[in-house]
């Protein structure tokens, strides 16, 4: 019998997880896993026992939760030796991650998708020494993830971010970077980098139109230079899927993004503190397995659709 370890945040979301363990453990028993479960206590636990499953060589490891549970797992299985597959149970708030690779968000769901779902190659950033799979950002806007109250997002959900990004929104400022990506760089004012892996980022599910999650590749978006109107402007077409084309975005693909800055700028990874800039970007391609459901595994493999607006290579 196959072995999967389930690692849940007790407190992601509106906690609805403890209530489900048992019937979580009966689906994964009927589909042939072995599982136990563990709670994470706190911050960075989720990446201690996530290291764990590695030392006990489980086959799945399966991280319950928002996408910061998510990230301490896929920080805790991250360049070791041996790499169980990935599986996920989207109880957080935003759920980002779940959202861009079409998990479902109710249990039943989730779980369908683990016990019968495909395994695709997954990538993995990497920025200094962390790592993400959904977004690594920074700007002022990227920085709102810390300040929402957690007793908040279990009454509003989503929403009680949008009222803490709009709150920000007067506070915004430009940085001035430096940013080589591959072969090309970009220096400047800019309002807001992200270095994305999927195309779903803060509820904006048009966001990077291109992103894969197994092409190798990053989808670069830096916002310029924009006064409070335009930001409004451009975020209201973001929404939409429609930002790409506009003067004050550039929209590109790269395996490697390194930013500089001389001022403060600090790091998002998929939502969470991430460390400081300067930063490296490293894409490792198909790093991880992960389980999807099988309309998505053909979907992203036969992904080749150009889209508008992507800067290519030799522009
Ligand atoms: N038992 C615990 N009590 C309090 N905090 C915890 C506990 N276990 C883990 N955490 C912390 O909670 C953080 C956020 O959790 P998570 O992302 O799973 O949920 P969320 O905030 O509800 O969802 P989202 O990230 O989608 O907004 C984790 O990064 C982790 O450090």
């Known amino acids: 019998m196959k072995r999967a370890r389930l690692i849940y945040n007790p407190t992601s979301g509106r906690e ?23 709670a994470t206590k706190g911050e960075n636990d989720a990446t201690r026992e996530a290291r764990r499953t590695v030392e006990r060589q489980f086959d799945l490891v399966i ?66 020494d962390r790592y993400f799979i959904n977004i690594a950002g920074g700007g002022k806007l990227t920085e709102l993830t810390y300040d929402v109250p957690s007793k908040l997002k279990t009454m509003l959900g989503q929403l009680a971010y949008y009222l803490k990004g709009i709150e920000m929104l007067p506070s915004l400022r430009p940085t001035n970077v430096r940013i080589q990506y591959d072969d090309r760089v970009f ?46 402007r451009l975020a209201t077409l973001a929404l939409r899927g429609e930002h790409m084309r506009d003067p004050k975005v550039i929209y590109a693909q790269a395996k490697r993004i390194h930013i500089y800055t001389d001022e403060k700028m600090q790091i998002n990874l998929d939502g969470e503190y991430g460390g400081d800039l300067p930063g490296e970007f490293v894409n490792l391609s198909h790093h991880l397995e992960l389980i999807v459901p099988k309309d998505m595994a053909s979907q992203q493999l036969n992904d080749s659709e150009q889209v508008e607006g992507l800067e290519s290579p030799e522009d």
């Open 16 to 38: 609805i997880v403890k209530k489900n363990i048992p019937y979580i453990l009966e689906r994964l028993e009927n589909a042939g896993y072995e599982t136990s479960a563990y």
């Open 187 to 232: 220096e400047g004012d800019i309002m807001m980098f992200l270095v994305s892996n999927t195309n779903s980022v803060g509820g904006f599910e048009k966001i990077a139109p291109q992103a894969s999650v197994h092409d190798g590749l990053f989808d670069l978006i830096i916002l310029k230079k924009t006064n409070l109107a335009e930001f409004i």
């Open 63 to 128: 991280a319950a939760g928002g996408d910061g549970t998510i990230n301490e797992v896929v920080n805790g299985l991250a360049e070791q030796p041996y790499r169980p597959k990935l599986g996920i149970l989207p109880v957080g708030t935003t759920n980002d991650f779940a959202r861009a690779i079409n998990i479902p968000r109710t249990i039943a769901g989730a779980c369908d998708v683990l016990c019968e779902g495909d395994v695709i190659p997954l990538d993995v950033g990497k920025v200094n």
